[in-house]
């Protein structure tokens, strides 16, 4: 989930003896024995944003089952200790049970479905995890293995990958569901809470949009139609986050953007791999969620202009023809089906555009992340030409519609 600047200093805990102890228990091997020191390093860039605490490591071992030296890069993921907005958010443990529950139940199966019809899903590999006596998610670190991050998507070619991926977990999902509705069970919950507890973020962002409606007559049309949509904003999350009956629920990824991605390179920068991270906030309801968050929040605004309707339709394609391959008995939404249920969750897009679009015009590594979650950020993006005629175009569309109303 990302939105949090790395904590400087590692917990005492994070020690030798607990690095050795995580080795010998994921390896299941009491005779492992630690060769060198472990050095934390950060785990993110500091322009990056994170919600969970993130340190990287190398452990080197040996044992007696083991005739050589063995070394492997990891990744972990702890809570914020300092206080603070995220502090307050991760504080139940929800979002760790869940990721712990994604890498060390779901995915595995997830691939294994996938794998016997030809396809691969990848994931960094699930090494240890556990919420007592402290919260942490530890995960191979691949970024040695030639996985990379990247910004803001600016081909179509390289929104295929991550649409396939999206469909892929959305597809294998209902598979597992029709054969062990435990599934439904254990992810049966709305992150809804979540996204309002960030109250300053959308204070903020509509804030934004309702500025332009008092600075430039042609925005005086959205003012009423905003306030409307702000005062039903919690009913509206709870409405979507629920299981629908409109079209057949998934297992969604819930937090689809350009840092919850890595990508493999050819020679001339294009990608020819990419997979998903961050399965925090993962529940079983729309796969409407994850198709916004991927059309808003990945590809730039140009490829959404000239893309929207053409990934969509990929994205039915793919999961239609999975769902065939894997043998799915029941009904297949139509693309019909699916865009009618984009329309009924529309009000999701609206919430991207409030909350997000801004900070596309502002300097990344300058922002204060606590600030900026709180809604205390001076932004004076309302001033920006470009974000005003974005904010336009897509304002309109969404009045046309029916996402925003009077009635």
């Not at 332009?212 to 007559?217: F, G, I, Q, R, S």
């Amino acid at each position: 989930m990302s939105c949090h600047r790395d904590q400087p200093e590692a917990p005492a805990w994070l020690n030798d003896e607990f690095f050795r102890d995580v080795m010998r228990e994921s390896n299941n091997d009491s005779s492992i024995e630690l060769t060198s020191a472990c050095i934390l390093r950060p785990g993110t860039n500091k322009k990056d944003h994170y919600g969970s605490v993130m340190f990287r490591t190398t452990v080197a071992y040996q044992s007696k089952r083991l005739a050589d030296e063995k070394f492997v890069d990891i990744i972990m993921k702890t809570k914020p200790e300092a206080d603070g907005l995220m502090k307050d958010l991760l504080d139940d443990d929800g979002l760790f049970v869940v990721e712990i529950e994604m890498y060390s139940k779901v995915l595995p199966e997830v691939t294994r479905l996938l794998k016997e019809i030809g396809e691969e899903y990848k994931y960094p590999r699930y090494i240890y995890g556990t919420i007592k006596p402290h919260t942490i998610l530890i995960l191979e670190d691949i970024s040695g293995q030639g996985w990379v991050e990247g910004d803001l998507i600016n081909t179509l070619d390289d929104m295929k990958p991550i649409v396939k991926n999206v469909a892929m977990l959305h597809a294998a999902s209902v598979i597992l569901e029709s054969s062990d509705t435990t599934v439904v069970t254990k992810f049966r919950h709305t992150m809804a809470h979540k996204f309002l507890g960030l109250e300053g973020l959308v204070r903020k962002g509509f804030g934004d949009l309702m500025q332009l409606t008092e600075l430039y007559p042609e925005f005086a049309q959205f003012a009423k139609p905003l306030v409307k949509f702000q005062q039903n904003l919690r009913d509206f999350f709870d409405s979507i986050f629920k299981p629908t009956k409109s079209i057949q629920s998934v297992l969604i990824h819930g937090d689809c953007h350009t840092k919850n991605l890595l990508h493999q390179l050819d020679a001339h920068g294009r990608h020819t791999e990419t997979i998903l991270l961050d399965y925090q906030i993962c529940c079983w309801t729309s796969p409407a969620i994850d198709l916004y968050y991927m059309l808003d929040l990945i590809p730039t605004q140009e490829i959404k202009d000239n893309y929207r309707y053409e990934l969509v339709y990929l994205y039915h394609q793919q999961y239609s023809n999975l769902l065939k391959r894997l043998g799915f008995k029941r009904n297949i939404p139509s693309l019909q089906d699916l865009n009618i249920e984009l329309i009924r969750c529309a009000g999701l897009e609206l919430f991207h555009y409030a909350a997000f679009m801004s900070y596309r015009f502002m300097d990344q590594c300058a922002i204060d992340v606590e600030a900026l979650l709180k809604g205390e950020l001076e932004n004076p993006v309302t001033k920006n030409e470009e974000y005003k005629k974005i904010m336009h175009t897509e304002l309109t569309r969404l009045l046309h519609q029916g996402t925003l109303t009077n009635d």
